[in-house]
């Protein structure tokens, strides 16, 4: 069961997402006790991420009330994930037993994966860790490794935007005394914790405002407008990008509005991805099936934007809604269509994926041939000028 259902996630999460890169996967320890310290900037996405991609099996720490949902509770089951029980939830059960479930999986040589945040948010910066991960790693009665893992999304709310999972260096764990009160030596715990977010930190961009963050977003396609480009070096380009936003705010407020200007006139004409002849050669010949597509799976896709609008204003879990209606709303439409002509159980999820990638494609071509790349280059130019300033003395 744990195998089909992850099969699954993952063909979902390749279509969702137009580009996924994983970074680091060299540092994720093959055997032996793992735990992986993430943040969680976008709801049930985030954990789908390493349930889908990384090469071993993992439980999660979720809170309970998780469990009691029809569709989401089943596939925490599905994926053997430990409950956590917080006084919020007004659930029976208690941290002692999380606990002692997560040491017991570790001690065995599993792995698990937890979100020290303790909740899904859209803050500039990462929220104070939550000591859990600390507790559960010195607890544990063996040796085990804590991975920091960061999850970037271009434009996390977005159909077919992009994604990076970012895995850093491994911190190695000793166990601890454990007290009469079945807890490690607090100094300890509060150590680990904060080497927990020096890892987190070297695997996250973050910002001390909105502002910056919104600026990059709206930029966006200045980043990542190229396909050559990886997105470990989209996300290394925003870093730059935050750090040299923060020093001419202080230093140049004036060159900061000249960037922002420039940014505005660039997103009159977007550049978007290159495009090659053959691709757009392939999309005009796959045309006709790419309009029944849109045809048949357009009003589906509508619902499901107005349903994620109307359910939620939290932009962390916005992504999650539109996840979990689309896997379930597309099957269901493409099923009520194949009672009206029975050969649409292939055409309709074949012409619906047709339709996205020639629509992309046609799109991209479109708006490549607008005269803005000369805008594109001098605002990249403007942000390394930034962080050449920023190396020079003062």
């Known amino acids: 069961m744990r195998s089909f259902v992850t099969a699954l996630i993952r063909l979902i999460m390749r279509i969702f997402f137009r580009r996924i890169e994983l970074v680091g996967l060299e540092r994720v320890p093959r055997q032996g006790g793992v735990i992986f310290a993430v943040n969680h900037p976008n709801g049930l996405i985030d954990p789908l991420f390493l349930l889908s991609f990384v090469p071993r099996p993992i439980s999660f720490l979720a809170k309970a009330p998780l469990f009691r949902y029809p569709l989401i509770g089943f596939l925490t089951r599905a994926l053997e994930s430990i409950p956590v029980y917080r006084k919020q939830d007004n659930t029976k059960g208690t941290n002692a037993e999380t606990f002692d479930r997560a040491r017991s999986l570790l001690a065995r040589g599993g792995s698990i994966a937890i979100f020290p945040e303790g909740t899904t948010h859209s803050d500039a910066r990462?929220?104070?860790?939550?000591?859990?991960?600390?507790?559960?790693?010195?607890?544990?009665?063996?040796?085990?490794?804590?991975?920091?893992?960061?999850?970037?999304?271009t434009s996390k709310k977005t159909f077919r935007s992009s994604a990076l999972v970012a895995f850093g260096d491994p911190i190695a764990?000793?166990?601890?005394?454990?007290?009469?009160?079945?807890?490690?030596?607090?100094?300890?715990?509060?150590?680990?914790?904060?080497?927990?977010?020096?890892?987190?930190?070297?695997?996250?961009l973050q910002a001390d405002s909105h502002a910056a963050l919104e600026l990059i977003e709206r930029g966006e396609r200045i980043?990542?407008?190229?396909?050559?480009?990886?997105?470990?070096?989209?996300?290394?380009l925003r870093r730059r990008f935050v750090e040299g936003y923060h020093y001419l705010r202080e230093h140049d407020p004036g060159q900061l509005a000249e960037l922002e200007a420039l940014i505005r006139r660039y997103e009159i004409g977007e550049v978007p991805a290159r495009v090659s002849l053959p691709e757009v050669v392939i999309a005009i010949v796959l045309l006709p099936i790419a309009l029944a597509g849109a045809v048949i799976n357009y009003p589906t896709y509508r619902i499901i934007g107005i349903l994620s609008k109307h359910l939620t204003d939290e932009d962390a879990v916005v992504a999650t809604i539109k996840f979990i209606a689309s896997a379930t709303l597309f099957p269901l439409t493409w099923i009520a269509y194949a009672f009206l002509a029975w050969w649409l159980i292939i055409a309709a999820p074949l012409s619906a994926y047709v339709a996205l990638r020639v629509f992309e494609v046609l799109g991209d071509a479109m708006r490549r041939a607008r005269p803005v790349a000369a805008e594109r280059d001098l605002i990249r130019a403007r942000i390394f000028e930034v962080g050449e300033a920023m190396e020079r003395p003062t």
Request: glycine fraction near 10%.
């Open 223 to 236: 980043f990542s407008g190229d396909d050559e480009q990886s997105l470990a070096d989209e996300f290394e």
């Open 173 to 204: 764990v000793l166990p601890a005394a454990i007290g009469a009160d079945g807890e490690p030596p607090a100094e300890r715990v509060e150590e680990l914790t904060r080497t927990i977010e020096d890892g987190l930190s070297e695997v996250t």
């Open 126 to 153: 990462l929220r104070e860790l939550k000591t859990g991960a600390a507790r559960i790693a010195l607890g544990c009665g063996c040796e085990e490794t804590i991975v920091p893992t960061g999850i970037y999304y």
